[in-house]
Structures are given as structure tokens and as C-alpha cells.
């Protein structure tokens, strides 16, 4: 398994889902709780790809 794909199991797995579509790590919490997680984990996971890309990119 690749960084990259571990990094995308990683959030996939904080980001899954109910059939009713409420975060299963954050059920409890209000939906607008949960819409900022989902929103903050997209951008995480932005965040997270880029720097792995930024740091193959570096010569040791």
C-alpha cells in the first residue's frame, strides 16, 4: 500500500457514512457539527495528498 493510499483509507474511513448519511465516528453531534467535520476532512485530505506530493518531490 502506497503513502498515498493510506492517506485516502485514513480519511475515507473518518469520513464514512450511515445509511442515513450521518458520520459514523461523530453520530452523536449535531448535523451542523458533522458537515464542518466532512468539509474540514476533504480539506485535510487536500491538504495531506499535497504535502506527500511536496515531499517526493524533495531530493534526500
Not at 448519511?21 to 453520530?27: A, C, D, M, N
Not at 448535523?31 to 480539506?43: C, D, E, L, T, W
Amino acid at each position: 500500500m502506497s503513502d498515498e493510499e493510506i492517506i485516502q483509507a485514513i480519511y475515507a474511513e473518518r469520513g464514512r457514512t450511515n445509511p442515513d448519511g450521518t458520520l459514523v465516528h461523530f453520530s452523536s453531534s449535531a448535523s451542523a457539527i458533522q458537515r464542518g467535520v466532512a468539509n474540514r476532512f476533504k480539506n485535510e485530505l487536500s491538504d495531506a495528498l499535497r504535502m506527500l506530493s511536496e515531499e517526493k518531490g524533495k531530493s534526500l
